[in-house]
């Protein structure tokens, strides 16, 4: 299989390190990372986002973003921002977005990782099926998106767009214009797949 062009590895990359900020606070070692990124100023609203990202790395440290994370998308019942489907589409943890989900997951051949203490639908996992997906050149990746992170995703992205933590906004606002963009781009393809994902 040849390799996945540069766009669309930049894009499953974009998607994992998504999944990762989401999931976890950054530890030293990835914000050194990100602090030492540079970004092609092209003048487009994403590498805007980058760029502001960038800085907040910078002036931010592990303990921190610990610190943040956990207020803002965990919680002691639950942070300023909940990063699950079924919150933001039927206003309820573990509802009819996660069933479908959880059917459509199972006919892609992916499973929940033992490990894991979050349901599928935190937008974490959604991120890194995404990439997955695109890494594997999948028919499915358009419908996917379509399906289950369209309706919803770039709202909650908003919304930790929002928070009073500079890395965390700026993240938020990063994924927000990227999951737009991406809409954009996997729309019309799934418009053209005769074959649907039902959405609940």
């Known amino acids: ?10 894009r499953a990359d974009v998607y994992r390190l998504l999944a990762r900020l989401l999931r976890e606070a950054p530890d030293a070692a990835l914000l050194d990372w990100l602090a030492g990124l540079e970004i092609d100023a092209d003048g487009t609203l994403l590498a805007e986002h980058w760029a502001a990202l960038i800085e907040a790395a910078r002036a931010t440290t592990a303990e921190e973003q610990a610190r943040a994370h ?6 002691v019942v639950q942070g300023d921002v ?5 919150w933001y589409r039927n206003g309820e943890l573990m509802d009819a977005a996660l069933v479908a989900l959880r059917r459509d997951l199972k006919a892609l051949g992916f499973q929940r990782a033992e490990h894991s203490r979050d349901p599928e639908d935190h ?3 959604l991120a890194e099926v995404m990439a997955m997906l695109i890494e594997a050149r999948s028919p499915d990746e358009a419908r996917f998106f379509m399906a289950h992170l369209a309706p919803w995703a770039a709202d909650c992205l908003a919304d930790l767009g929002r928070v009073d933590t500079p890395f965390q906004a700026r ?20 418009q053209q797949d005769p074959v649907r994902i039902v959405e609940p």
Do not use: I
């Open 70 to 75: 956990f207020r803002h998308l965990v919680g």
């Open 171 to 190: 993240l938020g606002r990063l994924g927000q214009a990227f999951l737009e963009q991406e809409a954009r781009r996997l729309e019309a393809e799934a």
């Open 1 to 10: 299989m040849n390799e996945l062009n540069e766009s669309d590895a930049l």
């Open 82 to 86: 909940t990063p699950y489907a079924s």
């Open 123 to 125: 937008l974490a996992a």
